[in-house]
């Protein structure tokens, strides 16, 4: 299994601003995902990020509003910019668990944010 | 739209009964479903999954059922432990597309000692 970090484990922050929400994996990865869970509501996929390549989006997220970087295999960010409080969410990123019969993911701890 | 539900957001349970928590689905195209369990503060731990061409899958104590014709299925955990406790998601993913997996909204157990 994968044993994966995130930071800030908790932000709070003004609307308007941007936070950066880094996630570290101890072992080298293609994939990466990064999710959202808003309140009371399911995790939503917003992309998936590979490395050397372009971040792919889902519907409904866009790269302005949620730039990713993956410099290496291990590592990548997701930056929430111009917050509002809509985006109040756990934001977590995961990995396939490649040993795992198959379609397991694994995820980090995630990122609780509120935006006032 | 939501594809995976769950439409239970708590159940409780007395210590060594049978948990069961269920999960609706809308998508046909959906092959692999995946249990997950949550601890506050720790991201989704993988618990179990089942394929569509299985109707049964399990694993220790814990038992995932796949009712294909209805689009649904359920988690059975028995005894159930107080260490149990916990918030379980529900997960599709379609056409072996494991980077894509959808989530219900979640059940919140919890085990009465």
């Known amino acids: 299994s994968a044993v994966i970090s995130q930071k800030p484990s908790r932000d709070i922050c003004q609307r308007g601003t941007s936070l950066t929400i880094q996630c570290q994996v101890d072992?080298?990865?293609?994939?990466m995902f990064w999710y959202r869970q808003q309140p009371g509501q399911s995790l939503t996929l917003i992309a998936t990020?590979?490395?050397?390549?372009?971040?792919?989006?889902e519907s409904g997220f866009v790269i302005d509003k949620f730039p990713i970087s993956r410099p290496n295999l291990t590592f990548s960010t997701l930056t929430v910019s111009n917050m509002s409080p809509e985006d109040s969410s756990i934001y977590l990123c995961?990995?396939?668990?490649?040993?795992?019969?198959?379609?397991?993911?694994?995820f980090g701890p995630g990122t609780r944010l509120t935006v006032l | 739209d939501q594809q995976v539900k769950q439409n239970s957001p708590s159940l409780s349970v007395q210590e060594g009964r049978i948990s069961i928590l269920n999960c609706d689905y809308t998508?046909?195209?959906?092959?692999?479903f995946l249990w997950y369990k949550k601890y506050p503060a720790e991201g989704p731990t993988f618990l179990i999954s089942i394929s569509s061409i299985k109707d049964k899958n399990e694993d220790g104590r814990f038992t995932v059922f796949l009712n294909k014709s209805a689009k649904h299925l359920s988690l059975h955990i028995v005894p159930s432990q107080p260490g149990d406790s916990a918030v379980y998601f529900c997960?599709?993913?379609?056409?072996?597309?494991?980077?894509?997996?959808?989530f219900g909204t979640g059940t919140r157990l919890t085990v009465i000692p």
């Open positions: 998508n046909s195209m959906f092959d692999y």
């Open positions: 997960a599709a993913s379609a056409l072996g597309g494991a980077n894509n997996l959808f």
């Open positions: 990020a590979n490395q050397g390549s372009e971040a792919t989006y």
């Open positions: 995961s990995v396939l668990g490649s040993r795992t019969p198959p379609f397991g993911q694994f």
């Open positions: 072992s080298q990865v293609t994939m």
